[in-house]
């Protein structure tokens, strides 16, 4: 069941914070709106959802935090261009410091922040998780390994963004950049949760 709901959370959060985004700029494309608006539209549902956890929780997390400042510093710097390309590469903005952050993890630190992350959001198994990392060479190099590909990819992403925004034409950039980060993104969930055991009890 805790299996089910999390990859529910997760599909619910690339259509909330990925696809949405997409399909408001097309359609707003369609009825004739400027690309810029368009993207500026498309930014909405995210700073609405924190305000949302804000509001609910009285709180916001670090996380949040750093994607809302990316996003509204992003829209007021386009807004005062008048570029839509520089809305092209909000999401570069948000997976190079992650990908930075992971490979940094690997260098400082006790534990690689994949680990960390994987233990917060399954607080049920971060017990057995600790426990195996203590206890097994082969179960921590299988994480660093994990944070190493994923710290790199984030980066390659980043850099493929930047590379469509300014390359390609505006129209296209959305579709194409949406369909990159889905498909990175649920082939390297589903990788790792194969290889490093999250979803089932791990023999190290």
Not at 107 to 115: A, E, K, M, Q, S
Not at 150 to 169: D, E, Q, R, S
Not at 196 to 204: F, I, L, P, Y
């Amino acid at each position: 069941m805790t299996t089910t709901n999390s990859k529910r959370a997760g599909l619910t959060m690339l259509l909330r914070d990925v696809a949405l985004p997409m399909a408001l700029y097309y359609v707003l494309r369609f009825f004739g709106v400027d690309a810029l608006w368009a993207l500026l539209v498309g930014a909405v549902p995210p700073v609405l959802r924190t305000g949302y956890v804000l509001a609910r929780h009285r709180r916001i997390d670090p996380v949040s935090a750093f994607v809302l400042t990316v996003l509204l510093i992003n829209c007021a710097v386009a807004v005062f261009s008048g570029d839509a390309r520089l809305l092209l590469v909000r999401s570069a903005w948000i997976t190079l410091p992650l990908g930075v952050a992971l490979l940094g993890s690997l260098l400082v630190g006790r534990r690689p922040l994949l680990f960390r992350v994987a233990c917060t959001f399954r607080p049920e198994r971060a017990g057995e998780l600790e426990q195996l990392w203590g206890r097994s060479s082969a179960f921590r190099q299988r994480w660093r390994s994990a944070t190493l590909w994923w710290g790199a990819g984030c980066v390659l992403l980043a850099c493929a963004v930047v590379v469509m925004a300014f390359t390609l034409p505006v129209d296209v950039v959305p579709f194409l950049e949406t369909a990159l980060t889905v498909v990175a993104v649920v082939l390297g969930v589903k990788f790792t949760r194969q290889r490093m055991g999250v979803n089932r009890t791990v023999n190290a």
